[in-house]
């Protein structure tokens, strides 16, 4: 039996192999010989300037194209093939087109040369209003002078590219109309005429940018896509859509008019010497969105565009920084929907909601989570005036595992007040790091339950030295598992911060 077996197996390789050399000996060449519809057989011959193929012949998924000898070939019917190449091969010069009818698809596994090797072997292609190109990779222009390439877009039309989109020699012609263009791809876009866009979309792979870059309509990066503006590129849109990821690099502007972060969009800010994202006209970002810092702050630096946003899960995570990066560059508030998380502010920097010098009064309402991992966060540094205070306003859990969360100024009564404000329960865990206030008095972190919320420690310890401060306020409620349970001083229970601990009377205690 096992040895009929490793027959049949012999076999059916045999049959595969049979089958996969057979299929590439039927792909065929096709030459243009007349102007006509792809899918009629006198517009094509199987050698150049030869006769007509049979009835019903004409290229196919797998089959090589060259359109030439000065004809338009017409594309009207979804059709295929393996690569296409405008103008003509041998010694004499000829250019060739194509076009679409009504919404016809051509789709092209591998490339699509625009322009051949020889002055005035040139290629032209004119997109229609609802026509489609999809191409494994583009070069526009051929390898000489006088062999140009030409694309059209100005009725509209969508081209697709799956890989490279390169530059040939001779001169190149992009009119982007009212077209759009897909990268599905990873890809580097050239540093000339490939610039200035209606619609961009990114779809797959990560696209770079290799010039300043113009979506005159809009630029979309599609779920699992990302978009990398580098170098000193400046990015114009009207409107942009972010589903994947927009990972900034370029130290130059960015300006929208609309910009939208999708529920599965991600913005990574690398560059530290431009603003966030903010549209002139909205500014969206879905509530599970992610707004990334990662740069590497070297010298103090005030993040403008942080005011008065409403964000997603905002997170700062800069290994590199080795300076103060300051949130807050005016008075006003800003809303986390999402997780406010602090990874890292690297050996040396620290994360300011207010710094020295901006005497602004911040606001911060966090919807989610306050989430302390490692890093420097202060939350006042001698910014402002006396009498002025930060506040925040957390809905979600607290939770802090390394790091440190602080207070530096000595204004007077230039507090910050965490309150926890959700109506019902919120969570505090505490298992590393460390929470300090300075000396001054009134210029603590004030942590308050207001009336309504229940916090609950679980066995955590909210610490804090100095000036750190806790209350309970009436109608609130704490629940603890902390064998001590509560202290009015001292280091024992759950709340063990060194400034003022005030319970009210009718909070609610479990």
């Not at 789709?107 to 322009?115: I, L, Q, R, Y």
């Not at 806790?470 to 001083?489: D, H, K, R, V």
């Amino acid at each position: 039996m096992k040895y009929f077996l490793k027959i049949r197996a012999r076999l059916l390789t045999v049959i595969i192999g049979l089958m996969l050399t057979l299929s590439l000996a039927q792909a065929t060449t096709y030459y243009s010989r007349a102007t006509g519809n792809w899918t009629a057989n006198t517009t094509w011959s199987l050698t150049s300037g030869g006769v007509a193929v049979g009835a019903g012949v004409y290229p196919v998924a797998g089959d090589a194209v060259f359109i030439e000898r000065g004809f338009t070939v017409t594309v009207n019917a979804a059709s295929a093939c393996a690569s296409i190449q405008f103008g003509h091969t041998g010694a004499t010069a000829s250019a060739g087109s194509l076009t679409f009818s009504n919404s016809s698809t051509l789709t092209v596994s591998g490339a699509v040369t625009v322009g051949n090797n020889i002055s005035g072997s040139s290629g032209t292609i004119t997109f229609t209003s609802g026509s489609t190109l999809i191409a494994g990779s583009l070069r526009l222009g051929g390898t000489i002078a006088g062999a140009n390439g030409t694309i059209i877009m100005s009725a509209g039309g969508t081209l697709s590219l799956g890989g490279a989109i390169t530059l040939g020699t001779g001169s190149k012609t992009w009119t982007p109309g009212a077209g759009k263009l897909i990268f599905t791809g990873t890809n580097t876009l050239p540093s000339s005429v490939f610039t200035t866009f209606n619609n961009l979309e990114i779809n797959g792979g990560t696209t770079t940018t290799g010039a300043n870059i113009t979506a005159i309509a809009s630029l979309t990066i599609g779920s699992g896509a990302t978009f990398n503006p580098t170098g000193t590129h400046t990015i114009t849109a009207t409107k942009v859509t972010v589903n994947g990821t927009y990972n900034n690099q370029s130290s130059a502007t960015k300006t929208f008019t609309n910009w939208t972060a999708g529920s599965s969009g991600n913005y990574t800010h690398a560059n530290t010497s431009v603003a966030l994202p903010v549209g002139t006209g909205t500014t969206t970002w879905n509530a599970t969105s992610n707004c990334t810092v990662t740069g590497a702050f070297t010298t103090s630096t005030v993040l403008t565009g942080f005011v008065g946003q409403t964000f997603g899960h905002f997170t700062w995570n800069c290994s590199g920084q080795t300076s103060t990066a300051n949130l807050y560059s005016a008075t006003g508030t800003t809303t986390i929907a999402g997780n406010f998380t602090v990874i890292s502010t690297g050996t040396t920097g620290v994360l300011h909601l207010r710094l020295s010098g901006q005497i602004f009064i911040p606001t911060l309402n966090i919807t989610g989570d306050l989430i302390v991992q490692s890093g420097t966060f202060d939350l006042n540094n001698n910014g402002g005036t006396a009498n002025q205070a930060n506040t925040i306003n957390l809905s979600g859990n607290f939770s802090m595992t390394g790091g440190t969360l602080t207070q530096t100024t000595t204004q007077s009564n230039a507090t910050t007040t965490i309150n926890f404000v959700k109506s019902g329960t919120q969570t505090f865990t505490k298992s590393g790091g460390t929470i300090s206030s300075t000396t001054t008095a009134g210029d603590g972190i004030l942590f308050n339950v207001a009336n309504g919320a229940i916090l609950d420690m679980g066995t955590s310890v909210l610490d804090g030295s100095n000036q750190t401060s806790f209350t309970l306020a009436s109608g609130a409620g704490i629940i603890t598992a902390n064998t001590a349970g509560l202290a009015a001083t001292g280091a024992t229970g759950s709340i063990q911060v060194a400034g003022t601990r005030t319970f009210s009377t009718i909070a609610n205690y479990t």
